[in-house]
């Protein structure tokens, strides 16, 4: 089983940055790829960022050129930092890990993050 706990949510103002963390533990299937997802109030969950095991990364449209995923594979982390808030950031932000080779699916709890002046 694989736990996976997201920290580094939080109400900030517009133009701030975030960082926010996602520890994974427990028994990890490898390669996999962690990312993030995101839900806005009436809205469908959409994908933020993803970065494999190899190199590269994936961004969503919304927030390339404003966001970096980066990966500890030794802690079993992974880091998403994002620069220049707006209100449409807002959400709550949810980590997840996809096993390349299985059909599970693992998601943290989900942390809030609220841009608002």
């Known amino acids: 089983q694989v736990q996976l706990v997201e920290s580094g949510g939080g109400l900030v103002q517009p133009g701030w940055s975030l960082r926010l963390s996602c520890a994974a533990s427990?028994?990890?299937?490898?390669?996999?790829?962690m990312g993030w997802y995101r839900q806005a109030p009436g809205k469908q969950r959409e994908l933020v960022a993803m970065r494999p095991a190899g190199s590269g990364a994936d961004y969503a449209d919304s927030v390339k050129g404003r966001c970096i995923i980066s990966r500890d594979f030794v802690k079993n982390t992974v880091l998403l930092q994002m620069v220049n808030l707006s209100p449409e950031d807002t959400a709550v932000y949810y980590c997840f890990l996809r096993p390349l080779f299985d059909s599970n699916e693992y998601w943290g709890q989900g942390t809030q993050v609220t841009v608002s002046s």
């Open positions: 427990g028994i990890i299937p490898r390669p996999n790829v």
